[in-house]
């Protein structure tokens, strides 16, 4: 079975700091993952995603995530934050090459940056 | 990205009433949509995957009867929530899988805005 883990409920971040939430999945084969930011009362707006190739992945918004095999994490991070940068992220995860395996979610980490 | 598109956004219902969301892929063909619940906080729990022209395929405790979906086209995909009870009031997303590269499940998936139902 495929898991991911978000271990912060909530970050707060103070406008201009770099911010990092944190994800680690666990999948029985090679990984496909994802970071999705969603607004209030909105839907999944996709930021980026890590198939293969260069660890550090760069995504919408100024957002990057670098992946981590060994660890088995997959951090977002951001050099700035922005007021606007708060909300709710998702990290998820599928199967590459399992063709009937579903995306798989964390728990959310609620992103708050203050002025 | 590809766009997919959700209505209605908001709908308040009477307790025992059946209501029904829509969603479409507007710019591309999908042959595989899914159904998300999410409750307030927390994070979004799949219900069912949308197959078209087949039959969905429920997660483990969805009720079938309750929650009806289908996928009469490439591009729609129907949510119907039959006989609402305030119970079944949250937020419902569905997402569309775009067609990956042959052999690998690259299809990214997109979602659409979301509709919130609230029963009364």
């Known amino acids: 079975a495929q898991s991911v883990a978000q271990p912060e409920d909530q970050v707060n971040v103070a406008e201009g700091n770099p911010l990092t939430v944190k994800c680690t999945y666990s999948v029985s084969g090679n990984p496909y993952l994802f970071w999705y930011v969603q607004y209030p009362n909105r839907g999944l707006q996709f930021l980026l995603k890590y198939i293969t190739g260069d660890n550090l992945v760069k995504g919408s918004y100024g957002f990057e995530a670098e992946f981590n095999k060994s660890q088995t994490s997959f951090h977002l991070k951001k050099p700035s934050a922005l007021v606007s940068d708060s909300a709710l992220y998702f990290c998820a995860v599928r199967d590459l090459y399992n063709a009937g395996n579903m995306l798989t979610f964390g728990g959310g980490t609620r992103l708050m940056v203050k002025p | 990205g590809a766009v997919v598109s959700q209505h209605p956004s908001w709908v308040i219902c009477k307790s025992g009433t059946s209501v029904k969301i829509e969603c479409r892929s507007l710019?591309?063909?999908?042959?595989?949509m899914f159904w998300y619940r999410q409750f307030p906080k927390q994070s979004l729990m799949l219900m069912a995957t949308?197959?078209?022209?087949?039959?969905?395929?429920?997660e483990q405790g969805v009720e079938k009867d309750k929650f009806l979906i289908n996928h009469a086209s490439l591009t729609l995909s129907t949510l119907t929530v039959t006989s609402a009870h305030p119970e079944d009031s949250s937020f419902y997303i569905c997402?569309?899988?775009?067609?990956?590269?042959?052999?690998?499940?690259?299809?990214?998936?997109?979602f659409g805005e979301g509709s919130r139902l609230t029963v009364l």
């Open positions: 997402s569309a899988r775009v067609p990956g590269l042959a052999g690998l499940n690259t299809g990214e998936l997109f």
């Open positions: 949308s197959n078209e022209g087949s039959k969905a395929t429920y």
């Open positions: 710019d591309f063909q999908a042959t595989t």
